[in-house]
Each structure stands twice: as structure tokens, then as C-alpha cells.
């Protein structure tokens, strides 16, 4: 009884099932080539085509130092609650807080302000060239280069006897 369940599981005849097992494991044991619609449409035509190249590896970017940053807006959450604290209750306000200085930003050699990679290699190049002719202008001209920060502030960039600004 055992044997006619085997041989009649998929509805095949006896004859037919004795064709279809070795014909049926020839097939599955075979690896099928995956299809590529691509190929076949380019099939009888000109157009060679073109092999993907392998995707590049990424390079691991730099550590993230969240804790760091988390730290400093928690301190600076901290010091604007002491301020809104001491003006409610009229007492002097506490000092400030230090500035917290970002370690991924690069300074700049001539005028020591911070940026980040792209835009430092941007400034350092500007402010290079910025210094060589103040420094350029001040040796011909024999007089101090006043340069306009702001509507409030000069600042004279060369130390000269005897001048003045006003």
C-alpha cells in the first residue's frame, strides 16, 4: 500500500513516473543560469555592453564624538537656566561658560579662526594671499593698513612711530 502512495503522489502513472524521477533530478540538481533581460535585448545588435564595475569600498569616516557635542548643549542648557534664574530673582549674572572647541575644525594659521575641512582648505588658500598683501602694502606704502572689521571696530595691522588714526 505504501508503495502505490509513493509512486502515485503527483497523479503520474506508473509508466510516466518511472520516466519523470531521473529526468526530474537531472533538472534539480542543476544550478540555473540567472536570465539577463539585458543580454538578450541586446542580442543581434550593435551595442557592446558594458560590465558594472564592483561597487568601491568606503572609507571609515571619522569617529562621531555625539558625546562630546551632547555634553556641551547640555552645559549650555545648564548656564541659560542660571541666567533666566538670576535675572528673575535681580542677581548678577553668572559668568560665561567657556567656549567648547570642536576638534574636527582645522585653525587657521594666519588668522585663527576654526572651519571645517572643505571650507578651511577654502579660507587658509583666501587668507593666505590676504596676508601677503597687507604685508606687501604696508612695506611699499610705509603706513599702517587699517581694515574695517565691522560698522564698530578698526584694526590696524601695521605698528608704525608716530601714527595716528584720528
Avoid at 502505490?4 to 503527483?10: A, E, G, I, K, P
Avoid at 542580442?43 to 557592446?48: D, L, P
Amino acid at each position: 500500500m505504501g508503495w502505490t502512495v509513493l509512486l502515485f503522489v503527483r497523479g503520474f502513472f506508473f509508466a510516466s513516473q518511472l520516466r519523470h524521477d531521473p529526468i526530474c533530478k537531472k533538472v534539480f540538481n542543476k544550478k540555473r543560469k540567472p536570465f539577463s533581460s539585458l543580454k538578450q535585448r541586446l542580442q543581434g545588435t550593435e551595442i557592446t555592453t558594458v560590465k558594472k564595475q564592483p561597487p568601491q569600498k568606503k572609507q571609515p569616516g571619522k569617529k562621531s564624538n555625539w558625546r562630546q557635542h551632547h555634553e556641551d548643549f547640555i552645559k549650555t542648557i545648564q548656564s541659560a537656566k542660571q541666567v533666566t534664574k538670576a535675572l528673575r530673582e535681580g542677581r548678577p549674572l553668572p559668568p560665561l561658560p567657556p567656549p567648547s572647541i570642536n576638534p574636527d575644525y582645522i585653525q587657521c594659521p594666519h588668522c585663527s579662526r576654526r572651519f571645517n575641512e572643505a571650507a578651511a582648505q577654502r579660507h587658509i588658500k583666501f587668507c593666505e594671499e590676504q596676508a601677503a598683501r597687507r604685508a606687501f602694502a604696508a612695506k611699499t606704502t610705509g603706513q599702517a593698513l587699517v581694515s574695517k572689521h565691522c560698522h564698530t571696530c578698526l584694526v590696524v595691522e601695521a605698528d608704525l612711530p608716530n601714527y595716528s588714526l584720528w
